[in-house]
């Protein structure tokens, strides 16, 4: 009997939506390497009126099925504030994303990108930038190179068969963001650590840990110092006061006043970077295959939170502000910071291992950072562009 063919169709009803969201269980429950979010947050994150990201953006869902049997799933997506950046910076007007794909196979895969373009294209945009899952802030780009270990927090983690099915699609990879992997417990370089030394005898400089009691403040100063500094870089996109408010909500528990450290200069904060304890070292154990933690895995999960121990650490975010960029000063700014989080990632977590990322493969700055504390690119992800 020949195979049934694959049928697309739009997400419409509860049913459907919480298809949507089960398949990606389903589809990796034999991947060792895949981290399996709280099904909770993950029904958040695709909630218009849970994520904010919505607020400012336009969204089709769409399901593929072969006989009756969900095959694979994708969502189609416009972020408004994309639309309004620089087109040399990657996004701009008529630019439209997909993201979340997951497929059986590739008919399933190509008729689901099919699908999305229609979308896309049914409401005036001219080109795609892909996969977005959601937006630029969240998991971009498709992992092409690390699917043999797990993703750190906050990171994708997908089939490495989607690369050819994509490619085969028509899309051309536009940029490629690179994790960096360190071992924490070895100091950094002689020449590193004398930089870092000259800074802390620099009466301008003051290197601090966040105030969690002032969480508000300190999220709109880091918040303030971001868009700033990353307002120039390709895929860049304004996160708004709600995102804020609503990743801050998220993240707090995982908030370490020694691990997030704030740069000021002459008393004014120019710098930050953010690292997590890796989440995700505890999900894997907790999480099972399905997103929803027994009993004790909830008690597991809480007493982690509440005191991660032996775990990695991740590097999701850091900044300097654009007057400094490009300088020594801001070099050596970065380079303290990451010293004081590897000191105090192992000295109170016993911490073994940090991941920095992603970067841009072409941020030659950051790059050079982290080429220079011995770090090598353990992951890569590819955003791919098609013209409509």
Do not use: C
Request: hydrophobic fraction near 40%.
């Amino acid at each position: 009997m020949a195979e049934q063919q694959v049928t697309v169709t739009p997400v419409t009803s509860k049913a459907d939506f919480n298809a949507f969201i089960d398949l990606a269980y389903r589809l990796n429950a034999s991947d060792p390497n895949w981290v399996a979010q709280l099904r909770s947050e993950e029904v958040e994150k695709f909630s218009p009126g849970g994520n904010p990201f919505f607020e400012h953006a336009r969204h089709q869902y769409f399901l593929a099925r072969r006989d009756d049997r969900v095959v694979g799933r994708i969502s189609a997506h416009i972020d408004e504030q994309a639309q309004i950046q620089p087109v040399e910076q990657g996004m701009g007007p008529g630019t439209g994303n997909w993201g979340a794909i997951e497929a059986e196979d590739e008919e399933s895969a190509k008729a689901l990108i099919a699908a999305a373009e229609d979308w896309l294209r049914g409401q005036g945009m001219t080109r795609v930038l892909a996969p977005m899952n959601l937006s630029v802030w969240e998991e971009p780009g498709l992992l092409i190179k690390g699917a043999d270990h797990p993703p750190m927090v906050m990171m994708g983690h997908q089939n490495p068969a989607y690369q050819a099915w994509i490619e085969g699609a028509g899309y051309d990879g536009v940029k490629t963001l690179y994790t960096y992997d360190l071992d924490i417990t070895q100091e950094f370089p002689p020449l590193i650590k004398k930089i870092v030394d000259m800074g802390k005898r620099n009466a301008r400089i003051h290197v601090r840990g966040v105030d969690k009691g002032n969480f508000d403040a300190e999220a709109r100063t880091i918040l303030d110092i971001l868009n700033d500094a990353w307002s120039d870089n390709w895929g860049f996109v304004p996160i708004t006061d709600a995102e804020v408010a609503y990743t801050g909500k998220k993240l707090k528990p995982l908030v370490r006043e020694d691990l997030i450290m704030i740069a000021e200069l002459d008393g004014e904060p120019v710098a930050f970077m953010m690292t997590l304890p890796d989440l995700n070292q505890i999900q894997m154990k907790t999480n099972g295959r399905g997103g929803k933690p027994s009993l004790l895995g909830w008690i597991k999960l809480g007493l982690w939170t509440l005191k991660p121990r032996n775990t990695d650490m991740r590097v999701p975010l850091m900044g300097v502000r654009k007057t400094l960029q490009g300088s020594r000063m801001a070099s050596q700014l970065a380079f303290m910071m990451i010293e004081a989080i590897r000191s105090n990632s192992v000295k109170n977590y016993n911490g073994q291992r940090g991941e920095i990322g992603w970067v841009l493969d072409d941020n030659q700055g950051m790059n050079a950072i982290a080429a220079a504390i011995d770090s090598k690119i353990n992951k890569e992800y590819r955003v791919y562009a098609k013209g409509l």
